[in-house]
């Protein structure tokens, strides 16, 4: 079939049109695929409370649960020069300033020496059995190297620091951010003004929302 003027019908070609419908199923798999690659991405937490960790059972936990306190997270062991002294003072400030708007995380590990070298669970056992403590505790994590546990890199991330020992402790708002941390050697009552003092400004924030 020929157009008006003596010209062949390019609608009328067939390999024409094989080459356009390819063309367009080309392209419209090429978008799905874009489209779905970007429903897929997962998302990359945007604070400590959007992560999901392992407690000393083992069972996968969300950090959703603290979002609204206080947490003081902390990298804890068993067998630390510094672990009486800290254990008992975590506990009376857990104890102290209550669950409702404060908790102490307590994360083992055990890349420094020989400081911790039990299992979550017993970890967690020790903890209770043998200095009363009553804070939530997590799956024995790393908190060095290419395995380090995500949570955790967050807050060294957030600080730039990573520790160098046991019971360093970091400061995580209502929000899930960073404010403060503090190395071994820094001195209990620093981190209790500091948490009491964040803790008091969560219940007034409350109460004025009331």
Known sequence: MEALGGYPSKSSNPKAKRWTVLLSMTVGVGCLFLLQTQLLKPTKP???YSFEVKDAKGRTVSLEKYRGKASLVVNVASHSEQ???NYRS???LHRELGTSHFNVLAFPCGQFG???TGFSRDIELFAKSTYGVTFPFFSKIKIMGSEAEPAFKFLTDSV???PKWNF????VNPEGKVI???RTD????SVRQDVTALVRDIILKKRVEL
């Open 90 to 92: 975590l506990q009376e």
């Open 186 to 189: 820094e001195p209990m009552e």
């Open 180 to 182: 403060r941390y503090w």
């Open 114 to 116: 020989d400081t911790e």
């Open 46 to 48: 945007q604070d400590f």
């Open 168 to 171: 360093w402790k970091f400061l």
């Open 83 to 85: 672990t009486e002294a």
């Open 160 to 162: 730039q620091k990573t």
